[in-house]
């Protein structure tokens, strides 16, 4: 049998080359193969999820719409009168087939306050009418697997929220979309009158709904026994997978629970797509292999060949010539040939190794001499020991260890020099358990002359003497960067004014602490802040304000001294921090606080100057519920904004509460500038109606923001959120944007219908108002919508113009120049007065909500309202009045003399798809009556 030890070099190299190649060529398919199609099929999965989340969120949009819809049929009058007075022929009116199919419900139910049944229809779409509620679907709708839980729930509550309970129940095994929301009067200003239900059945809809939107196959599949494969129900009811897949080579399937109001499994979703991209690449992966099988055949055919021509005589010379080398028989050179390869470079390494051979002995007898004597007189300090014992020093060691010549060292134990005496043994298994583990630098304090410790950077490196290892040992003296190292672990970790921990050694301290935190550790934080402490400084100066520091710092250490192990730390200029780790009680920092309040009230003397300060306190009791120090100290920030709004006793213990406000606020904060770049932030339209034909005469656009998870969040949170970010400007070109080409559409229909153009209202913050691109971002959007420039209103507040009045009169007139018009908000309630309304070129001023209340409290109400109004009048400037919501205060505005109304009495602010219904909808009932 023929082996491969027998087989010539240039052949065995050969073949390993080409069975090699070939091993790599296939292991490289094989693996890629693998892997591609494994992202196939992650990439077909991702896909066919991703489809599967676009339907929930399709049903979810369907719900929301109607939990939108059920709201403003909650809010109607008829339906408020309906529960709290009675309204025999409301079904008729209201509870038609026709009703029920407009408002896409299957059934509507009205309770009581108390939750007694009143009224309801079910829509019957064989008969094309609307059939009384049956009593059996009415107890099944508000048993515990219906809405029962989330009614009782509110009829518990004495003052619930006007908002909508919203999703999916099962009603006789068939999931429908379901809204329980409160009755109110269209005011809102009634207590709740009974409760409305809406419900609409998923399987009328969806999917054939929305074949045109979804990607691939869809089915709504009823939660019944065998419905789905085990494997598949298994992942989703039993290991609770948000999703579930099935794979095979012809198509994928994703499945997913629907889940009711309660959080049970209402419905499957099933989603099924074709594995287009998996069969093709099943295709090309094949054709891959066989071409690259082939040219790897190729390849190491012709390397074979060509290796057996051009290397094998010469490899069998160079083969015999090393054979004699290695019997050292060194009498014969190696033959060679004129080529100039790696071949011939070895038969001459070899040749002059044989040359060199009897000259290297003298030659190393040289070097080692002088080795010997730059040993000796080098600058550095060197040590050789052997067996633990010094065997060999230079002067420079000598030297630096305090001894007079080399030969002191000589002979000394190596343990003597690495410790002094009363020093643990212990320090010596250390040094030898880090030569042992071959870690040659490291720092070590050497004992020289008289006991004194040389701290030392030692560089080792193992040697060879007479068969056994010994060890030079290089050594560097640190002292003087020890030093150094010490100042600057103090500038690093303390304040440079009081000597106290500074912030990043506090941080330092907490996170140890943090990371180990059980269920039973409390720790507190006391954040301490000197109120009117930069008065000082600006008044009595500097040195004054550091003698105030610095005595603070002695005042707090003596107090936090007796609470146990704690750390003082000095974080800001007039800012300190006192964390103790481990509290015995909450009541232990709380008493800490008012000794500490208590103490530093004592007056100051500094320099003759008799001060007195007073303290903020945030107080911080925690456990494992923060994570980081940032986490704390935050809070502490946020508590200490709370205690600063007190008047006396500035202390502030953070809370549950304020942590979950906390919490809130940081979200609202970072979702806020994705919000307005990815349009989240949409303007709604309030309509301005004239008092005397009750017809829309314009539009005011308020910003909304519906967030994903937090649902709607209101303008008084974020505006000021955005103006304190720099993201206000932004924000108001979106809203001008979008409410320019609203008005724009919304005119376009009007002029089909040959009516007068509307005009819209934008409010401006002080921010937007004085931007230096506000004026080329006006003409961009005006002729970018192309909307004519009088049907843009600007609002403004008078607190944005009395800074610099000079300066906005020029903005404004310079905006009046384009041919907007300008109109000045919330008029009567800052600084308003009849120079104010002289001295702006104003075009509308808008009179306050609060005024518009204020008509109700008499006589004197009347009266100022009456004067206001009068003060526009007498300057032949048009007034819109905000925040009218009754018939009352519609007569009495309309009595005064006032051209327009806005309120809730006669629209709510309402999206853009609904005003252009409103209106379509208006022309369709006047074309019917002519």
């Not at 809405?147 to 003052?159: D, F, H, I, W």
């Not at 021509?309 to 014969?332: C, F, M, P, V, W």
Request: charged share 20%; aromatic share 6%; hydrophobic share 40%.
């Amino acid at each position: 049998m023929l082996s491969l030890k027998n087989i010539k070099l240039s052949t065995r190299t050969a073949l390993l080359f080409g069975s090699g190649l070939l091993m790599i060529l296939g292991m490289s398919i094989l693996l890629t193969r693998f892997f591609f199609l494994h992202e196939i099929n992650a990439l077909e999965l991702k896909a066919t999820i991703a489809a599967n989340r676009q339907a929930q969120q399709t049903i979810q949009i369907k719900l929301d719409d109607m939990a939108r819809r059920s709201g403003d049929w909650a809010f109607w009058d008829e339906t408020f009168e309906l529960l709290t007075l009675g309204d025999a022929d409301y079904y008729e009116r209201n509870l038609n087939a026709d009703s029920l199919k407009i408002n896409d419900v299957d059934l509507m139910v009205f309770l009581s306050r108390n939750g007694d049944y009143v009224e309801g229809a079910q829509l019957n779409a064989t008969a094309d009418r609307s059939d009384p509620l049956s009593p059996a679907l009415l107890t099944e709708l508000l048993s515990a697997q219906g809405m029962g839980p989330s009614l009782q729930q509110l009829l518990k509550t004495p003052q619930p929220v006007l908002k909508s309970v919203a999703g999916i129940i099962s009603l006789r095994g068939n999931p429908m979309l379901t809204t329980l929301t409160p009755v109110t009067a269209g005011n809102m200003s009634s207590d709740v009158g009974g409760w409305m239900i809406w419900a609409k059945s998923i399987h009328h809809f969806f999917p054939q709904r929305y074949e045109t939107v979804l990607q691939h196959d869809t089915q709504l599949l009823s939660i019944m026994p065998g419905a789905l494969p085990q494997t598949i129900a298994d992942a989703l009811f039993r290991q609770k997978l948000s999703y579930a897949e099935q794979l095979s080579d012809e198509q994928i399937t994703v499945f997913s629970i629907l889940p009711d109001l309660h959080q049970q499994p209402a419905a499957i979703l099933k989603i099924t797509a074709p594995r287009e991209y998996y069969q093709s690449s099943k295709s090309a992966l094949l054709l891959l292999a066989i071409f690259c099988l082939l040219g790897g055949i190729l390849i190491s055919l012709l390397f074979f060949r060509e290796l057996r021509r051009s290397l094998g005589t010469r490899l069998h010379i160079l083969e015999e010539g090393l054979k004699r080398l290695a019997q050292n028989d060194y009498t014969q050179p190696l033959r060679q040939d004129d080529a100039q390869d790696e071949i011939s470079m070895i038969s001459r390494v070899v040749n002059n190794l044989l040359t060199t051979k009897l000259e290297t002995h003298d030659a190393l007898e040289e070097v080692e001499n002088k080795l010997q004597a730059v040993y000796e007189n080098a600058r550095q300090p060197m040590l050789i020991t052997h067996e633990k014992r010094v065997l060999s020093a230079n002067q420079a060691a000598a030297t630096m260890l305090g001894n007079d010549s080399m030969g002191d060292l000589i002979g000394r134990h190596l343990d003597n020099l690495l410790y002094t005496a009363g020093t643990p043994s212990a320090d010596c298994a250390r040094f030898y358990q880090q030569i042992a583990a071959k870690e040659y630098n490291f720092e070590w304090n050497i004992a020289g002359h008289s006991g004194r410790l040389v701290p030392c950077e030692l560089h080792i490196t193992p040697i060879d003497h007479q068969g056994r290892q010994a060890l030079l040992i290089s050594m560097n003296d640190i002292s003087e960067r020890r030093l150094q190292e010490t100042k600057i672990r103090q500038l690093v970790f303390n304040d440079s004014l009081t000597g106290l921990s500074n912030r990043y050694a506090l941080i330092q301290r907490m996170q140890p602490v943090l990371k180990q935190l059980t269920d039973n550790h409390r720790f507190a934080l006391l954040y301490i802040n000197l109120t009117r402490f930069r008065a000082i400084n600006d008044t009595f100066g500097h040195e004054i304000g550091d003698g105030v520091i610095k005595t603070i710092a002695l005042r707090l250490e003596q107090e936090y001294a007796a609470s146990g192990p704690a750390t003082l730390a000095r974080i800001g200029g007039d800012e300190f921090v006192i964390f103790i780790p481990q509290i015995a009680t909450v009541y232990q920092p709380v008493r800490l606080s008012h000794k500490i309040q208590h103490r530093l009230l004592q007056p100051l003397i500094i320099d003759g100057v008799s001060l007195e300060i007073s303290t903020t306190i945030s107080v911080i009791i925690g456990g494992k519920e923060y994570k980081t120090v940032e986490d704390v100290l935050r809070c502490a920030d946020f508590a200490m904004s709370k205690a600063s709004k007190k008047q006396s006793k500035r202390i502030q213990v953070f809370s549950h509460r304020m942590y979950q406000e906390a919490l809130e606020t940081l979200a609202i904060q970072r979702d806020l500038p994705s919000a307005i770049r990815n349009g989240q932030i949409k303007p709604v339209f309030q309509p301005i109606v004239c008092c005397d034909s009750g017809e829309i005469v314009g539009f005011e656009a308020l910003a909304r923001w519906q967030h994903k998870e937090r649902g709607a969040i209101s303008p008084c949170r974020f505006i000021p959120m955005a103006e304190e970010s720099n993201l206000i400007v932004e924000l108001g070109e979106q809203v001008l944007t979008q409410a320019c080409q609203f008005i724009q559409h919304l005119n376009q229909m009007r002029s089909d219908q040959q009516k007068p153009a509307l005009s819209v209202h934008v409010n401006f913050s002080a921010h937007h108002f004085s931007s230096t691109a506000l004026l080329d971002n006006l003409v961009s959007t005006l002729e970018k919508t192309k909307l004519s420039p009088e049907q843009l209103v600007i609002e403004i507040t008078e607190s944005m113009l009395i800074e610099r009045p000079a300066e906005s009169v020029k903005r404004m007139e310079q905006i009046k120049q384009l041919g907007v018009n300008l109109a000045l908000d919330d008029f009567g309630t800052g600084y308003s007065a009849l120079n104010t309304l002289c001295q702006y070129p104003l075009d509308v001023v808008k009179l306050d909500r609060s005024f518009v209340l204020r008509l109700m409290d008499g006589q004197q109400g009347e009266a100022l309202v009456r004067a206001i109004i009068n003060m526009a009048k007498d300057l032949n400037l048009p007034m819109v009045a905000e925040g009218v919501e009754t018939y009352e205060q519609m007569l009495k505005i309309k009595a005064l003399g006032v051209s327009e109304i806005q309120g809730f009495y006669y629209y709510r602010p309402m999206p853009a798809e609904e005003v252009f219904a409103l209106f379509e909808k208006n022309a369709a009932d006047k074309t019917s009556l002519m």
